[in-house]
């Protein structure tokens, strides 16, 4: 449904929408397959994280990759202006971490939030990096 902004003088409900949105997909974003990769993350050396974020995120279907790129995207430019706003690529994982991903069964694990914020970090962090070099099969060129 449409939202008039003007309506509201909280500057919170937008993120609140994009939050609710994303929860309430019968599939997480980024996939219930992909869980399970995110958490084990911790065990990759730090200086490779990006490019193992880089490979999970390649691993997507198509649809989720293009949304995922738009809203990591989003989030990137977010986290440039976090000198004004306090949202820190660090912040924005923590609020927006365990609505990409969770898993098949159950609830997610207080354990389980630190490598779903890393790796949520690094996405937004590293957009150029991890989302770059993929194109959808439509717009690549011969």
Same mark, same amino acid.
Not at 23 to 33: A, C, K, M
Not at 50 to 71: D, W
Not at 89 to 99: H, I, P, R
């Given at each position: !449904?449409?939202?008039?902004?003007? %309506?509201?003088?909280?500057?919170?409900?937008? *993120?609140?929408? &994009?939050?609710? +949105? =994303?929860?309430?997909?019968?599939?997480?974003?980024?996939?219930?397959?992909?869980?399970?990769?995110?958490?084990?993350?911790?065990?990759?050396?730090?200086?490779?994280?990006?490019?193992?974020? !880089?490979?999970?995120?390649?691993? %997507?279907?198509?649809?989720?990759?293009?949304? *995922?790129?738009? &809203?990591?995207? +989003? =989030?990137?430019?977010?986290?440039?202006?976090?000198?004004?706003?306090?949202?820190?690529?660090?912040?924005?994982?923590?609020?927006?971490?365990?609505?990409?991903?969770?898993?098949?069964?159950?609830?997610?694990?207080?354990?389980? %939030?630190?490598?779903?914020?890393?790796?949520?970090?690094?996405?937004?962090?590293? +957009?150029?990096?991890?989302?770059?070099?993929?194109?959808?099969?439509?717009?690549?060129?011969?």
């Amino acid at each position: !449904k449409p939202v008039n902004f003007d %309506l509201y003088q909280d500057v919170h409900v937008p *993120a609140v929408i &994009l939050k609710t +949105f =994303l929860r309430e997909l019968p599939e997480p974003l980024l996939t219930f397959r992909v869980y399970n990769q995110v958490q084990e993350l911790l065990n990759v050396e730090s200086s490779l994280r990006a490019t193992r974020c !880089k490979q999970i995120v390649e691993s %997507l279907p198509e649809h989720n990759f293009i949304v *995922a790129k738009f &809203l990591i995207c +989003f =989030l990137h430019m977010v986290s440039q202006e976090s000198i004004i706003n306090k949202m820190s690529a660090s912040n924005l994982a923590c609020v927006f971490g365990v609505n990409l991903v969770w898993p098949r069964h159950g609830s997610i694990s207080l354990n389980a %939030l630190t490598p779903i914020n890393i790796f949520t970090e690094i996405l937004i962090e590293h +957009f150029n990096t991890v989302f770059g070099s993929r194109c959808p099969p439509a717009q690549v060129t011969p």
